[in-house]
């Protein structure tokens, strides 16, 4: 099988397959971006802002075409799809718009005469390394403000995005980011270890798995590179009280499901009061009751996608079948689809034992997993005992009690009653083995900045 290529989850059928990148021309890769580096950091900052608002109109313009080739790529459906290619533009277009005001130079104040400013300047060309889950989404919130800053981007993509990827690096060089600029790389992993290594390149951003963050993390600290890392949660939704039981099971429902469960901040972690936790998973079942396989790029009610491989999918059945073989109850769904497809029906599981393997793991699938709880210091001590930090949410008909709950969460990003905030101006990002480092909102500009210090003596 092809390394690169777009492979239909639905079928399993191989549609395209790309080269690899040879030794050779990853060395053109890196000589390319760092030539580009040197004349795109000449430019204003608001003349590299206007060739960015230009990716996000071309973005806008290649909607539809761009939310197919990622149904097709990864199994999303085009509803979803849209949602994503949606989102992306609004990312690029915000760091368009609001990214030279983030990185204008500021005076401090200083004890020596003269005059002390903070500059924000680009560091060189920025290795990128980015999952299939959301294939648009990842590359925006990590190329754009990096582009406006000053950097260059190389890309490399997962084996099955890309033709995603190329799509992206079109549109960057059709809005006038010079060639070299943005690059889809078809690279190996000892390869993105040479790149890592490669003077030429000054960080790297990887969203991954704790594993990939590991490896990706200990390369760049061996060359003393910046990195920044997302590397999953298993998030955890604590449902304290509601006066609609059934609405806020379906809002976790949505959630969960959303994207085949394929989602890093997902609510992976359903910790419910006792005194409704019969209830809302009444509801849970209700909701999963009933669906079928569908084709994503013509989903009709009851349907659902396939996940992104027929491998993902398998992995996704193990984990729940293990579950299930150290305690916990299968309530309903969790049925690997026969033959090449990747379906897998969503599922809700409850009574995963907490000294299981199982509690410790993230699903990255469409599984509701449901934990009975019986006051609100069990549910906190619940929801923190986790290795993954990157989001959790607090619900309740009081918001200062599910305040003073979600106040203790160890997690990067704490909510009440809402999952998850997302939005281009909301940063992204985790604690613990989450990761390190934020996307996204005012501060995802800084981390490959030089926040140089320039100081004028009196």
């Known amino acids: 099988m092809a390394k690169y290529r777009v492979q239909n989850p639905a079928t399993g059928e191989i549609i395209e397959s790309f080269e690899s990148a040879t030794d050779a021309q990853v060395e053109e890769h890196l000589a390319s971006s760092d030539a580009a580096f040197r004349e795109w950091r000449e430019r204003s900052v608001q003349e590299r802002a206007a060739v960015v608002k230009r990716v996000a109109e071309i973005f806008a313009e290649r909607r539809e075409e761009l939310a197919e080739i990622i149904a097709v790529e990864m199994g999303k459906s085009i509803a979803e ?9 609004d990312i690029i277009e915000y760091y368009a718009v609001y990214g030279p005001g983030l990185i204008t130079d500021y005076e401090i104040p200083s004890t020596i005469p003269g005059k002390a400013v903070m500059e924000h300047l680009p560091v060189g060309v920025l290795l990128g390394v980015m999952p299939w889950n959301f294939p648009y989404y ?11 800053l000053g950097n260059t981007i190389l890309l490399k993509h997962a084996d099955i995005c890309a033709k995603s990827n190329l799509a992206i690096q079109e549109i960057m060089e059709q809005a006038g980011v010079p060639v070299g600029g943005y690059q889809a790389v078809f690279t190996s992993h000892d390869q993105i270890a040479t790149m890592i290594a490669d003077p ?45 039981v059934a ?62 491989t027929r491998a993902a999918a398998e992995t996704v059945n193990a984990q729940v079948q293990r579950a299930v073989e150290e305690g916990a109850t299968l309530e309903v769904g969790g049925v690997l689809s026969d033959g090449p497809g990747a379906h897998y029906s969503p599922a809700v599981l409850t009574g995963v034992p907490r000294d299981s393997a199982s509690y410790q793991e993230e699903i990255f699938g469409p599984v509701a997993t449901v934990y009975k709880v019986h006051s609100d210091e069990e549910a906190l001590e619940l929801a923190n005992d986790c290795a993954l930090g990157l989001g959790g949410s607090v619900f309740s008909t009081d918001e200062a009690r599910a305040a003073r709950v979600a106040s203790k969460l160890e997690v990067g990003m704490a909510h009440v009653n809402i999952i998850a905030a997302e939005a281009a101006e909301i940063p992204f990002g985790g604690v613990k083995r989450s990761g390190f480092g934020r996307e996204m909102g005012p501060v995802g500009i800084g981390e490959f900045a030089n926040k140089r210090l320039y100081f004028v003596s009196a």
Not at 138 to 148: E, T
Request: charged share 20%; glycine share 10%; net charge negative.
């Open 200 to 244: 030429r390149v000054q960080g790297v951003s990887l969203t991954g798995s704790e594993r990939a963050g590991a490896i990706i993390g200990a390369q760049a600290g061996s060359h003393l590179k910046k990195a920044v890392l997302e590397l999953g949660g298993i998030d955890p939704m604590v449902v304290l009280d509601s006066d609609n």
């Open 247 to 308: 609405e806020i099971a379906k809002t976790a429902w949505e959630f969960r499901v959303y994207n085949g469960g394929q989602v890093c901040n997902s609510n992976k972690r359903m910790i419910v009061m006792a005194d409704i936790y019969d209830e809302f998973v009444a509801e849970l079942k209700k909701l999963a009751t009933g669906l079928v396989p569908g084709d994503q790029l013509n989903l009709g009610e009851g349907e659902f996608a396939p996940l992104s």
């Open 138 to 148: 990842q590359v925006a919130r990590f190329a754009a403000p990096n582009l406006v």
């Open 81 to 89: 799809s849209l949602d994503e290619v949606d989102f992306a533009t």
